[in-house]
């Protein structure tokens, strides 16, 4: 990650997090940023969790420039600034691994949870987003939630155990945690090393391993080049 984009991210948490303090009641909602969690198999980075008596948000922040192209289901979406196109992440599969990493961690249901990514910056959606992908109204779309699903001892119990579970914020936990996004990221290639065609997402159908994702080549029946699904 470069000086630049690292500085980039900072500044759009640090805008969020003012946004938390001046729109968001702290004594209904309960802000943790640069959350750093154990999984099972390295690490994973929340930008911020809301903790509240109306769900838990977990949040994904980027702030970016130009033109936004994406779709729900497209593992890749895609900025254009001019004619330069670069591609990134769905942040919505990202955000995905961070709330079941919380779900797992809380033993609560997924029901309890609401992802939310918030982009920051002059750019602008060319193409239809979720409800909850946002340029504005972040705080309204949290307020919307009015619904009562959790306790106050559940919001206390939960903060505590987020706040016990998390690593702590050194330069080690960040250095270990871009390193295995890095890692994940180069395994996120769309071509196929056998025949170059692009890679799908498919879904195992039979078997132990039924309903998980994989990569497969789309160039099957011809080509039988599979790899295993990996989300930051």
Not at 19 to 34: P, Q
Not at 91 to 105: D, E, F, G, V, W
Not at 160 to 166: A, E, G, K, L, V
Request: charged share 20%; aromatic share 10%; glycine share 6%.
């Amino acid at each position: 990650m470069s000086l630049l984009n690292s500085m980039r991210g900072w500044f759009g948490e640090l805008q969020v997090n003012i946004i938390h303090a001046l729109y968001l009641d702290k004594n209904i909602y309960h802000a943790l940023k640069n959350v750093t969690l154990p999984t099972s198999n390295s690490t994973t980075q929340i930008d911020h969790i809301i903790v509240s008596v109306h769900g838990i948000f977990v949040v994904e922040t980027k702030n970016m420039k130009g033109w936004i192209f994406g779709g729900e289901h497209q593992p890749k979406w895609t900025q254009q600034i001019f004619k330069v196109k670069n591609t990134f992440q769905n942040p919505l599969r990202q955000n995905y691994k961070h709330l079941k990493t919380l779900a797992h961690l809380l033993n609560l249901p997924e029901e309890k949870f609401f992802s939310v990514i918030m982009f920051i910056g002059e750019c602008t959606f060319k193409t239809e987003m979720p409800e909850n992908v946002l340029l504005n109204g972040y705080t309204a779309y949290i307020k919307s939630k009015t619904e009562k699903i959790l306790t106050k001892d559940e919001v206390s119990y939960i903060i505590d155990q987020i706040s016990n579970n998390r690593l702590a914020k050194s330069f080690k936990t960040r250095r270990e945690h871009i390193q295995h996004v890095k890692a994940i990221k180069s395994n996120l290639s769309t071509s196929c090393p056998k025949c170059g065609k692009e890679l799908v997402e498919r879904v195992v159908k039979n078997g132990m391993h039924k309903g998980e994702k994989f990569y497969g080549c789309s160039g099957f029946p011809n080509c039988y080049y599979t790899k295993p699904y990996a989300v930051s």
